[in-house]
């Protein structure tokens, strides 16, 4: 899908750090809760999916769970960790869902296809190792925010034969404030570390695929953040429209307090993803 933007506003649009000049509030705030869960909830931290030392994931299991939760993080595939996000844990083990967190590499160490083969590793590990660890597989939401968000959306379009999986078993999807049309970042100064080009840009696109997994599907982005990531949110909504329970543009809420409106209870994107569960 060919930009009309200028280079200009597609900097401007794509930077939400620069947007949101509080975002170190957020981070420090995540960061300062997330210890505090993970020294409060039983959980299983940093297990090896994958060869890499950033092939970890964290396990955080419910008492008597209904389901499990995949919680996929953003930091635009270049920064960020699942530590950072623990603290999201809590409202959904507290509602009886199993949490897990893994963590994936970073451009420009890697490629974003190949960030996309970790999120699909980790799947895949899940299903395999999860019930070993306490985590039944066998109802799962996949969610993600950001770069996770794109992420979700990348697991949810891969082919069958990546699958080591029965994609029955995911019974719903929640991308949040996520990247499915690429071309934009062609034009960004992020695209030094991504080293996307147009053959890149063609695969990694999601509007344009058909995704293998068939659940429904809540699309959400804060009705603050730019044009650009609405419009993105919205591009996958149409394009997948007949598995889309809900696109949720959500008022007042810019790219970092979506997260938090994952996790509150009584907040519509929360409540939306909780209900995958039945």
Not at 127 to 154: E, K, N, Q, T
Request: hydrophobic letters at 45%.
């Amino acid at each position: 899908m060919k930009t009309k933007l200028t280079p200009e506003a597609i900097e401007r649009e794509y930077n939400n750090r620069a947007l949101v000049p509080e975002h170190p509030e957020f981070f420090s705030r995540w960061q300062r809760d997330s210890e505090y869960v993970r020294s409060t909830l039983k959980g299983t931290l940093d297990l090896p999916y994958g060869p890499d030392e950033r092939h970890r994931i964290d396990l955080f299991p419910a008492a008597n769970a209904r389901g499990t939760l995949v919680f996929i993080h953003g930091g635009y595939w270049r920064s960020l960790d699942k530590g950072m996000f623990s603290w999201l844990a809590s409202p959904w083990v507290a509602a009886g869902i199993n949490v897990a967190m893994p963590n994936y590499r970073f451009c420009p160490g890697v490629r974003i296809e190949d960030i996309v083969a970790d999120a699909l590793a980790a799947t895949n590990w899940l299903f395999r190792a999860g019930p070993a660890h306490g985590i039944a597989m066998d109802r799962v939401v996949l969610s993600g925010h950001s770069a996770g968000g794109h992420l979700v959306a990348a697991v949810f379009g891969a082919p069958a034969s990546a699958m080591e999986f029965d994609p029955k078993r995911v019974i719903g999807g929640v991308p949040i404030s996520g990247i499915f049309d690429f071309e934009p970042l062609l034009h960004h100064s992020f695209n030094a570390d991504f080293g996307l080009d147009a053959a890149q840009v063609a695969r990694l696109n999601l509007y344009d695929k058909r995704p293998t997994i068939r659940a429904p599907l809540i699309v959400a982005a804060g009705a603050d953040e730019s044009p650009e990531f609405r419009r993105q949110s919205r591009c996958l909504a149409d394009a997948w429209s007949q598995q889309v329970k809900a696109l949720m543009l959500l008022p007042s809420l810019n790219h970092f307090s979506v997260v938090d409106a994952f996790a509150e209870r009584g907040q519509p994107l929360h409540d939306a993803s909780l209900a995958l569960f039945g």
